[in-house]
């Protein structure tokens, strides 16, 4: 079992940043890879990105390559996602999620999310 907490979320000008923060409780948190989706008012929650166990690798949706980057700290079972140039349709709520996969783009391939927490940017 894994529960997830997010934090880090606020407004922010466009071309800010933002570093959001998903804390997670669990023995076994180093064996799951870790993914950030969002999900803006009236659409689909999307892939933003994903960290294996290791956090030797990520992958990144085509929207946000560039300029956000996942890192995790296993000791501190801590995953963070740092936004840099933030655009207005980078508002939405973020959640963190795990999975037991070695990575997944879908909402499907998690097994644990966390409550998100909101993002919005201005113009």
């Known amino acids: 079992q894994v529960q997830l907490v997010e934090s880090g979320g606020g407004l922010v000008q466009a071309g800010g940043s933002l570093r959001l923060s998903c804390a997670a409780s669990?023995?076994?948190?180093?064996?799951?890879?870790m993914g950030w989706f969002r999900q803006a008012p009236g659409k689909v929650r999307d892939f933003v990105g994903v960290?294996?166990?290791?956090?030797?690798?990520?992958y990144y949706a085509s929207s946000v390559e560039g300029r956000f980057t996942i890192s995790r700290d296993n000791a501190k079972k801590m995953v963070y996602l740092q936004m840099n140039s933030l655009k207005p349709e980078d508002t939405a709520v973020y959640y963190c999620?795990?999975?037991?996969?070695?990575?997944?783009?879908?909402?499907?391939?998690?097994?644990?999310w966390g409550q998100g927490t909101q993002v919005t940017v201005s113009s």
């Open positions: 960290i294996d166990w290791s956090g030797g690798n990520t």
């Open positions: 669990g023995r076994t948190f180093s064996s799951y890879a």
């Open positions: 999620a795990a999975t037991r996969l070695l990575v997944a783009r879908t909402t499907e391939g998690y097994d644990y």
